[in-house]
């Protein structure tokens, strides 16, 4: 099962998961609701009633589809690092 974490002031959301090999994180202040995350990966990600990304604490996503849904946000909202070594794989540091 997923977790998330979120910043203080609501914007920056992490989340990471037993069976997945990457840590995800998100910006709130910088989603724009395209939804192209969601439509990729409806099983990690969502939209809340402002139309800003979140993370869904359940069964993510396989990671291939993870990071897809991470290369399709047109502002870059959403990070993707490998959990293991904080290395971040999109977008490129």
Same mark, same amino acid.
């Given at each position: 099962? *997923?977790?998330v974490?979120?910043s203080?002031d ?18 709130? %202040?910088? /989603?724009?609701g395209?939804?192209? /995350?969601?439509?990729?990966? *409806?099983n ?6 402002? %139309?800003k990304?979140l ?5 993510w996503?396989?990671?291939?589809i993870?990071?897809? *849904?991470?290369?399709? /946000? ?5 990070k993707?690092?490998?959990?293991e ?9």
């Amino acid at each position: 099962m *997923a977790q998330v974490t979120k910043s203080p002031d609501d914007v920056i959301h992490t989340g990471t998961s037993p069976k997945s090999k990457y840590r995800i994180e998100i910006d709130r %202040n910088v /989603c724009i609701g395209a939804a192209s /995350c969601v439509a990729i990966g *409806a099983n990690t990600f969502t939209l809340d009633d402002k %139309n800003k990304v979140l993370i869904i604490e359940g069964e993510w996503d396989s990671d291939e589809i993870v990071l897809a *849904a991470a290369q399709s /946000c047109p502002v870059f909202a959403i990070k993707v690092f490998e959990a293991e070594t904080g290395k971040q794989i999109f977008p490129d540091a």
